[in-house]
Nanobody, 122 residues
Framework: QVQLVESGGGLVQAGGSLRLSCAAS????????MGWYRQAPGKQRELVAT???????NYRDSVKGRFTISRDNAKNTVYLQMNSLKPEDTAVYFC????????????????WGQGTQVTVSS
């Protein structure tokens, strides 16, 4: 069974930093685009950043210059380094993989982790 497990969330003061990790486990052959999304209370889930298997990245404008997404393909893990955090960054952060190819050849699409809470106090 494939799982995406996030870690690294927590409570931090404005201006602080956190590093989120998302590890994919199971019998995996390859993973396509991996990304981080977030959802604040009462709001829709929104894209934060994505990264392809080749390392191409994309960010929402509000986090550019503060957040950095990276991945380790050998470990099937994606990271989100968040610096200069602001109260408006408070949300549950979710890891996503648009495509996971299992070692059996079966392909899973639009796979999500369970989320990790990030709270930034002012």
């Amino acid at each position: 069974q494939v799982q995406l497990v996030e870690s690294g969330g927590g409570l931090v003061q404005a201006g602080g930093s956190l590093r989120l990790s998302c590890a994919a486990s199971g019998r995996i052959f390859s993973i396509g685009v991996m990304g981080w999304y977030r959802q604040a209370p009462g709001k829709q889930r929104e894209l934060v950043a994505t990264i392809t298997s080749g390392g191409s990245t994309n960010y929402r404008d509000s986090v550019k210059g503060r957040f950095t997404i990276s991945r380790d393909n050998a470990k099937n893990t994606v990271y989100l380094q968040m610096n200069s955090l602001k109260p408006e960054d408070t949300a549950v952060y979710f890891c996503n993989a648009d495509r996971i190819v299992r070692s059996t050849g079966w392909t899973l699409r639009d796979y999500w982790g369970q989320g990790t809470q990030v709270t930034v106090s002012s």
